[in-house]
């Protein structure tokens, strides 16, 4: 248990549809009450809600780099109070207004090599940005694919598709319960975790034309205090080579899959390995750094970073394996993701000993 968390109660098995269902009808009504019981009492998506299209201003938004979820795809929503604005900040998430609703759904395309083919809604995670702070809220989707009911102790959700290889593949999908919503979202306060001005920073096509999305919201009245585009920072696409190097990419990879623990302030500030893209001491990136206490997690290797060696590396090593204890991210991934791991492999690869 999560200290200064509530206790976690395991979710009500459902085998007719593959889905462990929430179980909020066993909490207290207290808890219940705390948070809106359907996703459609948000009023974040036009009806029929299946079809994710962002209700009247509500704004959809993208990332450079996204966080890997086991091959799920993700849209992204901001809702805001009526006449707020949210504030610019160059390092973290944007500062968002009192009210502000960010919403991202979790779905699997049933053929990734069919841009047509059919999506099975799976959860739709909501920060909600209350006076007390942000709060984060799952939401469960049904199998009509009509609305999403709270799921305040999680789900575990079974999923199969084709994958862009043309191979079948499945999973046990994890749809968080509220206390771990907290193991990613805190350092010394809870906040949202995608939404920086740099993973912001990019072209979207808008009403048949292209625009950089920040630039745009300055244009809506959106954002207050952005300055021009070339003083913000932009992080870089991880598997678009025309976005920057292998070392801009490997790092934007790291910074959105790894930086939200490992990072001077976070919850893996311990370890000495920080991986936030502001960091620039080799030692503190891995290079030859010896764990703090990894315990199996070595895979048998010595050091964070053996420039040249991925096969050496306890980094690749986290990344490449699925164990209990030893995969890492630790929580939100329980399969590799082979692309990513190929890039830190390069990274590593074409790193030089000093």
Request: hydrophobic share 30%; net charge negative; aromatic share 6%.
């Amino acid at each position: 248990m999560l200290v200064g968390c509530e206790p976690t109660v395991s979710p009500v098995s459902d085998s007719s549809n593959g889905v462990e269902q929430d179980g909020t009808s066993q909490l207290p009504n207290s808890r219940i009450s705390k948070y809106k019981p359907k996703l459609s009492d948000y009023e974040i998506f036009q009806i029929p809600m299946d079809e994710l299209k962002p209700a009247s201003e509500v704004i959809e938004y993208d990332l450079n780099t996204p966080l890997f979820s086991d091959y799920s795809q993700k849209q992204r929503l901001i809702k805001l109070p009526p006449g707020t604005q949210i504030n610019y900040k160059p390092r973290g998430p944007l500062d968002f207004p009192v009210g502000t609703i960010i919403a991202k759904t979790f779905y699997y395309a049933k053929d990734l090599t069919d841009s047509s083919s059919s999506r099975r809604l799976v959860e739709t995670r909501i920060m909600e940005h209350r006076t007390e702070g942000w709060v984060g809220i799952p939401y469960l989707w049904n199998s009509d694919q009509t609305d999403a009911e709270l799921a305040i102790i999680g789900a575990t959700v079974d999923v199969s598709w084709i994958h862009s290889d043309g191979t079948p593949r499945s999973n046990s999908h994890l749809v968080p319960n509220l206390n771990d919503c907290k193991r990613c979202h805190t350092d010394t306060e809870m906040h949202p975790l995608g939404p920086k001005a740099a993973n912001l920073n990019r072209d979207l096509a808008l009403s048949g034309s292209h625009e950089n999305q920040l630039e745009h919201w300055r244009h809506a009245g959106l954002i207050d205090g952005l300055p021009e585009l070339s003083e913000i920072p932009k992080l870089a696409v991880w598997n678009d080579e025309s976005t920057g190097t292998v070392d801009h990419r490997a790092r934007a990879y790291l910074e959105v899959n790894c930086a939200h623990c490992h990072n001077p302030i976070g919850p893996a500030r311990n370890s000495g390995l920080h991986l936030n893209i502001e960091e620039t001491n080799p030692y503190h990136l891995g290079t030859f750094k010896i764990p703090v206490a990894a315990g199996k997690g070595t895979g048998g290797r010595l050091y964070g970073i053996v420039p040249g060696k991925p096969d050496e590396s306890i980094l690749e090593y986290r990344m490449q394996t699925t164990k209990s204890g030893e995969i890492m991210p630790e929580f939100g991934k329980s399969l590799v993701h082979d692309e990513g791991l190929a890039l830190i492999r390069t990274w590593i690869k074409e790193m030089k000993s000093d």
